[in-house]
């Protein structure tokens, strides 16, 4: 069994390789400045969130071109509601599509992440959004494997008493993890932090085709906040199939 184990995963590892060889080459910027988590009580406000996300992305831009720019998990400080089927979503009673142009003003194809409220059912999702360089929302893709036991309590339909234990935590319903397509043709699938540990999750994308899969950093909790000092942004290259850092 073990000898089969090991000749499989050579097996894998090389048909990788050979997808990684055969796919287009993407310049992609990912950018996470060192802040405390979203709602944190520490967390700056969404305008100083903002301002930190903006000027590392501009100083990676300056070092070179990007076909793509990743903003780390629950990057984008506003919650998005959504409405009934075919309702564009919003964030204030605003167009979510005009105010992602005002607040993430680049020239680039931008996915960022954001918690994502449906108005009907109260429902929370945490999703990314894939932005243009024009500026209109190409897509969106959610979490589906929320993370245990911050985003769900294990066995908490059957006992609801769960639930009690975490009363701080913010509960996420998992969505659909739908494949994002970029202006040039170029396929984008989305792991966000835990989607990254299941197996399940990276099959059914590569079932249905998709070029790419480039997961978000996780939030950095960090307990000092200073936009001078906050992380650089780091480059990537990542290659058809899988992300190779650099």
């Not at 700056?44 to 793509?68: F, H, K």
């Not at 009907?120 to 494997?145: C, D, E, H, I, V």
Request: proline share 11%; aromatic share 8%; glycine share 10%.
């Amino acid at each position: 069994l073990l000898a089969l184990n090991e000749a499989y995963g050579r097996f894998s590892i090389a048909r990788i390789d050979a997808l990684v060889s055969a796919g287009r080459t993407l310049s992609v910027v990912s950018v996470q400045p060192a802040l405390p988590p979203l709602h944190s009580p520490r967390s700056p406000g969404a305008q100083a969130r903002l301002a930190a996300y903006r000027s590392l992305t501009e100083e990676a831009l300056r070092a070179g071109p990007a076909d793509l720019v990743v903003w780390a998990h629950r990057s984008y400080p506003h919650e998005v509601e959504t409405g009934p089927a075919g309702e564009p979503p919003t964030v204030g009673g605003v167009p979510f599509e005009a105010r992602l142009r005002e607040d993430v003003p680049f020239a680039r194809h931008v996915l960022v992440t954001a918690e994502e409220r449906f108005g009907q059912t109260g429902a929370l999702r945490l999703t990314s959004f894939l932005k243009s360089p024009s500026g209109r929302l190409l897509g969106s893709s959610s979490k589906r494997f929320p993370s245990p036991p911050t985003e769900y309590m294990p066995f908490e339909d059957y006992l609801p008493f769960l639930s009690h234990l975490t009363p701080g935590f913010r509960r996420i319903t998992p969505g659909p993890q739908a494949p994002l397509r970029m202006e040039d043709g170029t396929r984008l699938g989305v792991f966000i932090c835990y989607d990254a540990t299941r197996p399940a999750a990276a099959r059914a994308g590569e079932g249905r085709g998709r070029a790419v899969r480039e997961p978000l950093e996780r939030a950095l909790g960090f307990h000092g906040f200073d936009p001078a000092a906050a992380a650089s942004a780091s480059r990537a290259r990542a290659r058809g199939g899988i992300p190779s850092y650099g």
